[in-house]
């Protein structure tokens, strides 16, 4: 009976002993440990000084940007052409540029080789300006290009000086006497002049000097008017 007693005992005290291994230990909370469910990452707190930090740094961005923005926005360096950034251009420049390349169809006239009528011509001039224009129409006088057509001015005679002021047109020119012509020539040598520079809406008044001086006749057949005005 004892026997049966004290393995009864033996029994519950194997019982009991197996009952407390098959018991898993828990975790502490708060604590990081291999037992953390799967899929489950803990995110670590932030520090008190971290959050600080950030806030002081952005607090140094905005007083930057509100500085930048009383200082104003400074313009970009514009593009050229090739899309890369350089120098800006002088409108004055271009302009000037402009100036210098204008083109002009205009009007001349000439005589035909037996002198008995004015022949109108039209040529294209390039000048830099209006008494630049005024001289290449003069030139223009004194040559043709064409055996049928031809000047009544001499490539002989000299431009010494021309100026132009508030629609007066000045002429001053050196002639040989060998660019004389006869009467019917030196007729329509002035006509020719009048209806060269009278083209120009801006011309009011033809002044032609010879040697700096008025004369009473170009050639000594047409009297000669100071200043030749528009019919």
């Not at 104003?72 to 302009?95: F, I, L």
Request: aromatic share 6%; with cysteine.
């Amino acid at each position: 009976m004892n026997k049966k007693y004290w393995m009864t005992g033996l029994l519950a005290l194997l019982l009991a002993f197996s009952a407390g291994c098959g018991q898993k230990p828990t975790a502490a909370p708060g604590e990081t440990g291999p037992d953390t469910e799967a899929g489950q990452v803990q995110t670590p707190q932030d520090e008190p000084g971290d959050d600080k930090a950030a806030d002081d740094q952005k607090q140094g961005e905005a007083e930057a940007t509100t500085v930048n923005a009383s200082e104003g926005t400074s313009t970009p360096p514009e593009k050229t052409s090739a899309g890369s950034t350089g120098t800006p251009v002088d409108t004055k420049d271009v302009n000037a540029a402009e100036d210098q390349a204008k083109k002009a169809n205009i009007k001349l006239y000439y005589t035909d080789p037996e002198i008995m009528d004015l022949k109108e011509a039209s040529k294209e001039i390039t000048y830099s300006g209006e008494e630049d224009k005024y001289k290449k129409a003069f030139e223009g006088l004194q040559k043709s290009g064409d055996a049928e057509l031809n000047p009544l001015w001499s490539d002989k005679i000299t431009l010494k000086s021309l100026k132009f002021d508030n629609g007066a047109l000045t002429l001053d020119i050196t002639k040989p006497a060998e660019a004389n012509l006869g009467a019917g020539g030196e007729m329509f040598a002035i006509d020719a002049l009048q209806k060269t520079f009278f083209q120009f809406d801006e011309v009011k008044s033809l002044e032609l000097l010879v040697d700096g001086n008025q004369i009473e006749s170009l050639m000594g057949h047409v009297e000669l008017e100071h200043p030749m005005t528009r019919k």
